[in-house]
């Protein structure tokens, strides 16, 4: 019963969380988990982390506008706009 209410409150965490945040978290976790696998060692896991949760955030971020794009006008300042 405390498994489920635990799984309960950390979806319930996570459906509240952008699309970048989701997929930091995703790509972490699994991330530590494959680097903990093969190394053995807690330094992998670290490492697989890290990598996975800049990974995650980068497709997490470009999911979050679809059909927007970045542009940057004569002035070099950025704004987004349809494809």
Do not use: F, H, W
């Not at 635990?6 to 997929?23: D, M, P, R, Y």
């Not at 790509?27 to 903990?36: E, K, L, T, Y």
């Not at 990974?55 to 006008?73: K, N």
């Amino acid at each position: 019963m405390k498994k489920a209410i635990a799984l309960v409150l950390v979806a319930l965490s996570v459906a509240s969380c952008t699309q970048t945040e989701k997929g930091a978290g995703i790509g972490a976790a699994s991330g530590a988990v494959i680097g903990g696998a093969i190394t053995n060692d807690v330094r992998g896991a670290a490492i697989g982390g890290a990598i996975g949760g800049v990974s995650g955030a980068l497709i997490g971020r470009a999911t979050e506008q679809p059909g927007q794009c970045y542009y940057r006008d004569r002035y070099g300042r950025r704004y987004i706009d349809a494809c």
